[in-house]
């Protein structure tokens, strides 16, 4: 249960990092997104981030805890990539 919260965590917080980059609004929305959401979902981004390594410390122990975290962000970053770039080759 615990890698899975983890691995959500991870992929709506690099989601939210996504989204609030220009380039990728642009992109999935047509139009630049106000710099009050922006500002908003880079800190959703990097709150969800914190805490996905919360959980992994408090579930894990620090040296596990790091060792998943890190796995799980560097999926989440890896699907998150794909699917932008699939996106826009659709697109």
Do not use: D
């Amino acid at each position: 249960m615990t890698h899975l919260m983890l691995f959500v965590l991870s992929l709506m917080g690099f989601a939210a990092l996504a989204l609030a980059m220009a380039r990728h609004q642009e992109n999935l929305f047509g139009r630049l997104l106000s710099s009050r959401a922006t500002h908003m979902l880079r800190i959703a981004g990097w709150a969800l981030l914190g805490i996905a390594l919360f959980v992994a410390v408090r579930s894990q122990g620090w040296s596990f805890g790091l060792v998943s975290y890190s796995g799980h962000t560097s999926l989440a970053a890896g699907i998150v990539f794909i699917a932008l770039v699939v996106r826009e080759q659709l697109a």
